[in-house]
């Protein structure tokens, strides 16, 4: 079964700071997608970035950036430039399956992520 | 273009009663998908919906149900409530392309507590 791992339950982070969040995955599958979702205390979870597992390039939105290295079953978010904003839980998630049909994702259990000035 | 909304936010049920929730996707979204959010559990699936079909299912009771309608709107049910219900129920749309991962949109969720 798939799975996700984040093994960073709280991170600090100094505003204007660049940060990176861990998350391994562990899948079978040779087709799947890894996304990041942010979730703020309001509770909307909100699409960060997405990596496809055959894409060669890592995935860049803005000021977010996934480290995807498949061999060690990685996809860490980097996190520049930090700002008070991005205080918040961060979740990894898998897809698997993308040839199939079905929309079903996994999720880590996340880090909570705190910018201080 | 509107994102996911989901009716009501805030519930507050007693034991043995039932709960319908409402979600409306993002327009030309066809795919609706419903988490349970907990503490102890974090966040699982619940099912997917498509062409107002039941396409896969998490691993809950059948007191939870759902549906879709044809304007993709989707409702999900739990019957017989617990206080074990009690958690943030989320409603995420996403296109349907065979073949790619389209990305899942959420709403703001409802938070149903069980006394």
């Known amino acids: 079964a798939q799975k996700i791992t984040q093994t960073q339950p709280g991170m600090f982070v100094q505003e204007k700071e660049a940060v990176t969040l861990d998350c391994t995955y562990d899948?079978?599958?040779?087709?799947?997608?890894l996304f990041w979702y942010k979730q703020p205390s309001s509770g909307e979870m909100i699409f960060l970035i997405y990596?496809?597992?055959?894409?060669?390039q890592n995935a860049t939105e803005g000021r977010y950036s996934l480290n995807f290295q498949k061999a060690r079953k990685s996809a860490n978010l980097v996190i520049s430039a930090s700002q008070l904003g991005d205080s918040a839980m961060y979740f990894c998630?898998?897809?698997?399956?993308?040839?199939?049909?079905?929309?079903?994702?996994?999720f880590g259990t996340g880090t909570q992520l705190k910018v201080e000035l | 273009k509107a994102g996911v909304t989901q009716t009501p936010r805030y519930l507050i049920k007693t034991r043995g009663q039932q709960v319908t929730l409402s979600c409306s996707p993002i327009?030309?979204?066809?795919?609706v998908s419903w988490y349970q959010q907990t503490p102890g559990q974090g966040l699982q699936f619940l099912f997917e919906?498509?062409?107002?079909?039941?396409?896969n299912k998490g691993n809950f009771p059948g007191r939870f149900s759902g549906r879709q309608f044809s304007n993709s709107r989707s409702e999900m049910n739990v019957s017989t409530l617990e206080l074990g219900d009690s958690a943030l129920y989320l409603c995420?749309?996403?296109?349907?392309?065979?073949?790619?991962?389209?990305?899942?949109?959420f709403g703001p969720g409802t938070r149903l507590t069980v006394l």
């Open positions: 995420a749309s996403s296109l349907y392309r065979p073949g790619y991962t389209d990305t899942q949109y």
């Open positions: 899948t079978s599958d040779q087709s799947y997608g």
């Open positions: 990596q496809g597992s055959y894409d060669e």
């Open positions: 998630a898998m897809r698997e399956g993308v040839t199939g049909g079905g929309n079903k994702l996994t």
């Open positions: 327009s030309g979204h066809r795919s």
């Open positions: 919906y498509f062409s107002e079909t039941q396409r």
